[in-house]
């Protein structure tokens, strides 16, 4: 890798000043119920009250503004381009616009509506394809030729891994002593972030993954120590995982993490159900399969002698229609 | 009125110190999207974290807590009994497990099953009715006689009154300037215990109640000059708001409101999808009532000047799995 674009607690620290009057500090909430379903005390970074909904808005906001002051005096000429599953679609959008630069969008078909319109509402550019990797990767390049947009990885990009980093120096500041972070795993762009800081700052601290059985991209990679991957992205309720597990990210995973569990779509219900009706936050699917891995019996028997847990919950952009289908087990 | 029970400012006070440590001091926050359809900065007030899910829990520990102090040491030996729509049965029943003393709850069989569940979770027992004022005073002499029970009512107690007042200091150390509050109407307590707070620090703030238009009674009470009631509880999707305005409350509410907004049931609907989707909080129909109320015309007409605007959001208790009702308009 380019020695130039490591992600390291400086790269972190720089993006938490950029950020810094930009984003929501955002509370972290405690909950009895689930304090005592889980046998431990549980500190919830509520990143489902960021701007854009989400967690991503963080990195996208910092890609953006490193790429603008790069570029000089006229941003409204320049143009950016990902491919997102909807979150980091819908940053990417919100941080352009607050930026004056136009904004491209590829989303699966498949994405929640409420993402697709989100990102509209930022005046972003949405092309929709098919959720596989190859058609992604085929119509990023349409859109790349037509338009001249910069690239900006919601995956490998530093700018973004960095940006979302902020969140674990936020969580230490915030949380007096914890034993452990459990951070939801899609490309796992949030967990590398995250894993930089702790692993800097408090490397006794365990850094968890979570991710649905489904897409067990990371927990695979993890247990055979190679990067894999799904040709075709997996189905699960928790949309925002489904993509793969990046190439950047896979490299600080692989020394960062100390585990990675893996709960099934009952179980992220069940979760969702507990946040939404005890913690009266709305939190999506992709945010609770942290909760999930807390009250599972796999964290019980690898990871009992935790006792003080942060959680991310990552973002709240849903579908509310969805509701009876996310609480149908 | 007995003079021992007038609820004044300084009964909320003393209530106040009664439920130090004991409530949550619920945050109040913001939400750009609501600024700008409602055209003023608006404060809300978020008692759907508030224990036991609502601000009943308020004025349901004031007055266990000022009922076991008069009563002795024994309070295992008490026990106390109510009539609620929902709300106030699950603060009622919440507040008396704290105290070690026995409550039953009389509720109408058609009040949501998440409260019946919660009461139930906190050790209460319940007796179910027809949702009509006559069936529920026959069904609570009934309990009353069985149990000897002290009645708690939520409506008329002066200490229920003077607990949910504690909101009303809260706010005004919360929120730093506003000109107007908004405050759900059901029986009315609340906007009582508030009104008297606010009325007496602040006499310039307006004091405005909101209501369905199904559920009218406080407004017609007020335009009339005379208490109005329904014989049988009006449907409206904002359960806890179903109940008809208390006698005590009335007194209150005639001398301290300025003006009583009431709403659709489409505009209590489309303010519930507004507060979940944007602001990302589970909060029940009859919570969104004062949004609703900001949003609307009548709110523009008679109240445009207001700028900055607090508004309750009184509680979270919601049963899920009717979401697709309650988003259907």
């Known amino acids: 890798m380019d020695a130039n674009n490591i992600v390291t607690l400086e790269t972190v620290q720089k993006a938490a000043s950029t950020l810094s009057g930009n984003v929501v500090i955002t509370p972290v909430q405690t909950c009895n119920t689930l304090d005592l379903l889980s046998g431990r005390r549980l500190y919830f970074k509520c990143e489902n009250f960021q701007k854009s909904g989400s967690f991503k808005f963080r990195g996208a906001f910092n890609a953006v503004s490193r790429l603008v002051s790069s570029y000089g005096a006229t941003p409204h000429q320049l143009q950016v381009v990902a491919s997102s ?20 969008v590829v989303m699966p078909t498949n994405s929640p509506v409420c993402k697709k319109r989100t990102l509209l509402s930022y005046g972003a550019s949405l092309t929709q394809c098919e959720p596989a990797a190859q058609d992604i990767a085929q119509t990023m390049k349409q859109v790349q030729d037509a338009t001249g947009a910069v ?102 995973i692989r020394s960062n993490a100390d585990d990675i569990f893996t709960v099934s779509e009952d179980e992220i219900k069940n979760a ?46 849903m579908d509310l229609d969805k509701m009876p289908e996310y609480l149908q087990m």
Chains 1, 2 share one sequence.
Not at 158 to 187: C, K, R, S, W, Y
Not at 295 to 311: H, Q
């Open 151 to 252: 690239f900006l990885s919601g995956s490998e990009h530093p700018d973004v891994i960095a940006g979302h980093g902020t969140m674990g120096l936020e969580i230490l500041q915030q949380v007096p002593n914890f034993d452990a972070i459990v951070v939801p795993v899609g490309t796992g762009a949030m967990l590398s972030g995250v894993s930089v800081v702790i692993k800097s700052l408090c490397p006794e601290i365990r850094v968890y993954g979570a991710e649905p059985e489904v897409a067990n991209d990371a927990a695979r990679s993890l247990s055979s120590g190679e990067r894999c991957t799904f040709p075709r992205f997996p189905q699960s309720i928790a949309d925002g995982l489904n993509g793969n597990i990046g190439v950047v990210p896979w490299t600080y």
């Open 85 to 104: 599953t909807g979150n980091y679609g819908c940053g990417l959008a919100m941080a352009a616009q607050l930026h004056g630069v136009t904004a491209h």
């Open 272 to 317: 969702m159900r507990l946040v939404w009706e005890r913690m009266k936050i709305v939190v999506e699917p992709s945010a609770v399969v942290g909760v999930a891995a807390v009250l599972s019996d796999s964290f019980k028997a690898r990871a009992g002698e935790c006792k003080n847990v942060a959680v991310i919950l990552s973002g709240g952009n």
